[in-house]
């Protein structure tokens, strides 16, 4: 193939990440919309319970749980409860809507340095394919598709490479958790059996840890199934990520469960462990999903030869 064709594959490449990111973009409006809401609800249920939330924004866990209880020994009433699991969605919230509102930021900065390549596309076609695409018959109509379908290919395939990458990146996150949740697990025992102030602060501390990488790995989640969802709508194909939006709910449920079972981290544990089970899985689908393409796109190819060939 010339340069030119590779030019034509580049500008068409572009055209469709444009239509990729304007999905995004709109996709990634709703999606904010709905966290701000979720943000105001659970900032208002705080205010009714009177807790200053000004306070708890940069609190650990461990300072979180103390100053709602009163002291450690203190039973988990319902109520109390209730605020504990209130403040850790509030804190998820806020953080998300900073995530998507900087993301929806990047996303505009993205699409400006695209430009316009449905003309370049178009100027390019024209000047060296002109006598094809002009023929009045099958055969141009045809070469026009398949040139379109060919970049198409091209770009879905590049789009299945990222999204396997952004696979791994959630994993490696949800691996992170999993490590620190094991971690305090370990401390947990040693607290049981007379542990004392030094075990219980280190269970803590990586209590706190993995909540951090499930917020990252929450952030990286709503990409991942953003991504695939695009990716089934081209080439109508059900891969997609079950409960990977509610991830961190879910997660932050499971804490609070888990968090006056000293040996026992097994709620916030189970949680992460499915979730990496499913991202394997989907990883997984979408290599299957990218041979297929690659071996489309070849065929497809070969069809474009033939036609430039005897044209």
């Not at 789009?159 to 305090?184: F, W």
């Not at 804490?255 to 000293?262: E, K, N, P």
């Not at 979408?286 to 033939?306: F, H, M, N, R, Y």
Request: glycine fraction near 4%.
């Amino acid at each position: 193939m010339d340069e030119l064709y590779q030019q034509l594959m580049i500008e068409q490449e572009k055209k469709y990440k444009l239509k990729r990111y304007l999905e995004q973009e709109t996709q990634l409006k709703e999606q904010l919309e709905e966290m701000r809401a979720q943000e105001r609800k659970w900032y208002h249920h705080l205010q009714e319970e009177k807790i200053d939330v000004e306070k708890l924004e940069s609190f650990h866990i461990a300072n979180l749980f103390y100053q709602v209880l009163g002291k450690k020994e203190e039973k988990l009433s319902k109520e109390k409860e209730e605020v504990i699991r209130s403040t850790l969605r509030y804190e998820e919230a806020q953080a998300s809507v900073k995530d998507m509102e900087e993301e929806l930021k990047e996303l505009t900065e993205k699409m400006k340095e695209l430009g316009d390549p449905e003309n370049r596309y178009k100027e390019l076609l024209h000047s060296k394919y002109e006598r094809i695409v002009q023929l009045d018959n099958e055969e141009g109509k045809k070469a026009t598709q398949l040139l379109e379908q060919l970049g198409e290919l091209q770009a879905e395939e590049k789009e299945i490479n990222e999204a396997i990458d952004a696979g791994y990146k959630v994993n490696a996150c949800l691996q992170s958790a999993s490590a620190s949740l094991d971690k305090a697990k370990n401390w947990g025992t040693v607290d049981m059996v007379g542990g004392g102030l030094i075990s219980t602060s280190i269970k803590h501390s990586h209590i706190d840890d993995a909540k951090k990488s499930t917020h990252e790995a929450q952030r990286l989640l709503r990409k991942f199934s953003n991504e695939l969802s695009d990716i089934g709508q081209s080439f109508d194909n059900q891969i997609e990520i079950s409960g990977s939006l509610t991830f961190a709910d879910y997660f932050l449920d499971g804490l609070v469960m888990d968090w006056f079972v000293q040996d026992k981290i097994n709620h916030s544990l189970n949680e992460v462990e499915e979730m990496k089970r499913k991202v394997a899985n989907t990883i997984s689908e979408l290599k299957d999903l990218k041979q297929d393409i690659a071996s489309l796109g070849d065929a497809t190819k070969e069809k474009w030869e033939t036609i430039i060939l005897h044209a």
